[in-house]
């Protein structure tokens, strides 16, 4: 049995993630700031096992007890999927650097990027101790912080672009206990935190305009590239990226 921890777990690409890796037969611990949200995914997953968990992913002791708790009740993780992630607007639009206020910067650095820190230092530990085949860390970044961002702030850009090198140390530390680590980068994916960096808007032509395949991402599609990362499949790929954005930005 193969244990996996979804951050962020509770709602949009999280839930997708869940389900798929559920169906990949993964027993899987759903967490997220919203407890009930996690236990409602949990329960909607197929299979048996399932737990839906409250956490903060930037404090400490939260992060440190949700592994205590899933490694008590279900076995060492395998899989950590660093997926929870926070958007800050100013009055409904991209704040700029001269409006964004130490705390907000702070707010958005705790969660995007202090998070990632926080599970891959919790798994590392634990894993020191009760090795794991197949091992996976993945975390993730936004195709926001290779371009500058459309309507992402800076403490967006930023934060997301320092889960990028995290990752990247991460991976050379964790090579050893035969674990990878990687980024998973979405472009446009159709999700209410886009939706929030639009202005609300929906789905426009304009949207897509910029994006070969001519359509917004699906959670689907990021879910996808997160269980081929997630598989025994993927055992010779680490400190990557891997960009799910429909061809918007090639490298």
Not at 56 to 73: I, P
Not at 97 to 121: H, I, K, M, Y
Not at 174 to 186: D, E, K, R, S, Y
Request: glycine residues 12%; aromatic residues 4%; hydrophobic residues 45%.
């Amino acid at each position: 049995m193969r244990v996996a921890v979804v951050t962020g777990g509770g709602r949009g690409i999280g839930r997708e993630i869940c389900q798929v890796l559920a169906r990949d037969g993964l027993v899987v611990a759903a967490a997220d700031i919203d407890a009930g949200s996690a236990r409602d995914t949990a329960s909607s997953l197929p299979g048996e096992g399932h737990l839906g968990l409250h956490c903060d992913v930037g404090s400490e002791a939260s992060v440190d007890a949700l592994f205590d708790s899933v490694e008590g009740k279900l076995g060492p993780v395998a899989v950590l999927v660093c997926n929870a992630g926070k958007l800050l607007l100013h009055e409904g639009r991209r704040p700029l650097v001269a409006e964004t206020s130490l705390e907000s910067w702070q707010d958005t650095f705790a969660v995007n990027t202090v998070g990632p820190f926080l599970g891959a230092r919790a798994y590392l530990r634990h894993r020191r101790e009760r090795p794991v085949e197949h091992g996976r860390i993945i975390t993730f970044a936004s195709v926001a912080a290779q371009l500058g961002g459309y309507n992402a702030s800076a403490a967006y850009i930023a934060a997301k672009a320092a889960v990028i090198g995290l990752t990247k140390a991460v991976a050379r530390e964790a090579a050893p206990l035969g674990i990878t680590a990687n980024v998973i980068a979405p472009g446009l994916i159709d999700t209410d935190m886009m939706k929030l960096a639009a202005g609300g808007a929906g789905p426009t032509a304009a949207t897509t305009a910029n994006v070969p395949l001519g359509r917004l991402g699906q959670p689907a599609d990021v879910a996808a590239a997160v269980a081929f990362l997630a598989s025994p499949a993927a055992a010779y790929i680490t400190g990557t990226t891997i960009d799910v954005n429909g061809g918007y930005r090639m490298q």
